[in-house]
């Protein structure tokens, strides 16, 4: 059971804007700033936004992050079949001194 | 550009040690604090240890007692000491470093390193 708390799975049909939540506490969300990754299929992880709200250079505009409170949330739009993935929010905790990742969620677009 | 590989992974029996690494190019390796994340097969991300530019240590509460990070500078390369691996160490080991100094983000990943415990 993770500390952070992400939905299992999410869709859209290509096009679509999608979200996806992180869903914490005031150790970790509500006083760190929340990173995202993203895992196409059989690949390491990549890092698509840092600091609640950056992107990399590299990553598109489509994804975008914000933050509020205890909350995080990613949301993709222009849905592209290659965005079909697993997306994880990461955080540093205060009280454990360490990082905790969601759970992960799987996109799939349909 | 940036590069981590990891090596050393295998299969174990339960109780045992083992030590993987994780060889680093293109960045001043000294300067940044590395990590290793884990990722069991079919299961989701879980961090494992830190060590910082400064040498100063962290641990999953998982592995606090068995897992060892450590740096090399004049090789850069981090290593992680593994010892009373159990079967629910097994998972795809990887390196990530810090995006900056006291980053709290992890900008570059290796391709991970398979270790099995089975008996």
């Known amino acids: 059971q993770s500390v952070l708390t992400q939905p299992p799975s999410a869709s859209g049909t290509p096009g679509q804007r999608v979200t996806i939540s992180c869903s914490g506490s005031?150790?970790?969300?509500?006083?760190?700033?929340v990173n995202w990754y993203q895992q196409l299929p059989g690949t390491a992880p990549r890092l698509l936004i840092y600091s609640n709200v950056q992107r990399p250079s590299g990553v598109p505009d489509r994804f975008s992050g914000s933050k509020s409170g205890t909350s995080a949330s990613l949301a993709i739009s222009g849905l592209q079949s290659e965005d079909e993935a697993d997306f994880y929010c990461?955080?540093?905790?205060?009280?454990?001194?360490?990082?905790?990742f969601g759970g992960g969620t799987k996109l799939t677009v349909l | 550009q940036v590069h981590l590989l990891e090596s050393g992974g295998g299969v174990v029996q339960p109780g045992g040690s083992l030590r993987v690494s994780c060889s680093a190019s293109g960045f001043s390796f000294s300067m940044y604090g590395m990590h290793w994340v884990r990722q069991a097969p079919g299961k989701g991300l879980e961090w494992v240890a830190s060590v910082r530019y400064d040498g100063s240590e962290m641990y999953a509460e998982s592995v606090k007692g068995r897992f060892t990070v450590s740096r090399d500078n004049s090789k850069s390369t981090l290593f992680l000491d593994m010892t009373s691996l159990s079967l629910e160490d097994t998972a795809l080991y990887y390196c990530?470093?810090?995006?900056?100094?006291?980053?709290?983000?992890?900008?570059?990943w290796g391709p991970g390193t398979l270790v099995t415990v089975f008996s």
């Open positions: 990461a955080v540093y905790d205060d009280s454990l001194k360490g990082w905790v």
């Open positions: 005031s150790s970790n969300i509500g006083s760190n700033t």
């Open positions: 990530a470093k810090e995006q900056w100094r006291t980053a709290q983000s992890f900008d570059y």
